[in-house]
């Protein structure tokens, strides 16, 4: 997308629907695609077309070649937000229904607080965050407190909370990296993440479990969604609200994106909507507004976390 000097309301209102719309259909995009296809794999493949798509179109209108330095900044945040972050939230969805894992990654921001406190040099965060944090950690308590969840359950449960973390951690590095531009930088990202991924597919055997005769149409459809819209339409839209919206409605998506996350998985998955679902929603939902709302607009931005 081009920024226009003076975006229109209904620029804006495209874009940020289509950020709402995109980041919080992608888990349900994963859950399909993991039913058929090996989920390192796909995830690899996912972030490696993308990302050459993306590197290779920046790099055409003029873009400098990255330096050595740049793309060893790519190669530790795309490690801990693809490889430690994504492929969590992957390997998780075998077992674990797109809008729960949805809604525990959407605690993103609570891990960031806590985080960015906890370094060397770390600011306290103020009242109102501490209050999100610990609203925040009471809805994931709900949520792992279900009569039915099985080990399959709380291992997934698990993993998606490390993915967090590890995505939250990233997401800090990435303040400091040495960086090109956004877009460009992305493709970088998902160059050297979707490798790793695919490094860890063959390590994990993957590759002698393939069954190209086993994968559903369903399955391959949702890995061309994740790569076409999910990676390159979603974060071009992003990208783009930055520049043409404030900061503060551009960070709104942290907090749509699992209530639609929760309403697609029921729709068109049949995923359960219980009250206990229901009700870690609302205070998820909730913690996120009111962190991402005390902190400083330019740092709530910054915790971009599209999956």
């Not at 997934?156 to 400091?176: D, P, T």
């Amino acid at each position: 997308m081009t920024v226009q000097k003076h975006p229109t309301r209904a620029g804006i209102v495209v874009a940020l629907g289509a950020v709402y719309l995109i980041w919080g259909s992608t888990y349900l995009a994963i859950r399909f695609a993991v039913e058929t296809l090996p989920p390192f794999l796909m995830a690899g493949t996912r972030f490696l077309v993308a990302g050459a798509i993306l590197y290779a179109w920046r790099r055409a209108v003029g873009f400098p070649k990255p330096t050595g330095r740049q793309w060893r900044g790519a190669l530790v945040v795309g490690g801990l937000m693809l490889l430690g972050g994504n492929g969590g939230v992957v390997w998780a969805e075998q077992f674990v229904e797109s809008g729960t894992a949805a809604l525990i990654v959407a605690t993103v921001p609570l891990w960031m607080v806590l985080m960015d406190w906890l370094r060397p040099g770390g600011v306290a965060p103020r009242p109102g965050v501490w209050v999100g944090v610990l609203v925040g950690l009471a809805g994931v308590l709900v949520l792992l407190g279900s009569p039915d969840a099985g080990d399959r359950y709380v291992a997934g449960w698990l993993v998606l909370v490390l993915a967090s973390i590890a995505w939250s951690a990233g997401s800090l590095y990435y303040r400091s990296a040495a960086l090109p531009a956004p877009l460009l930088a992305t493709g970088m990202l998902m160059l050297t993440g979707g490798a790793m991924l695919l490094l860890v597919g063959l390590l994990a055997g993957e590759v002698g479990r393939l069954d190209p005769s086993s994968f559903s149409r369903k399955s391959l459809l949702s890995l061309l969604y994740l790569i076409l819209v999910g990676s390159l339409l979603g974060y071009s839209a992003y990208v783009w609200l930055l520049r043409a919206a404030s900061p503060a409605l551009a960070s709104t998506y942290a907090y749509v994106n699992p209530v639609v996350a929760v309403f697609l998985g029921w729709l068109l998955a049949g995923e359960r909507l219980t009250g206990r679902i229901a009700i870690a929603s609302a205070v998820i939902v909730g913690a996120v507004a009111l962190i991402t709302r005390a902190r400083p607009r330019r740092v709530a931005a910054e915790e971009r976390h599209g999956t």
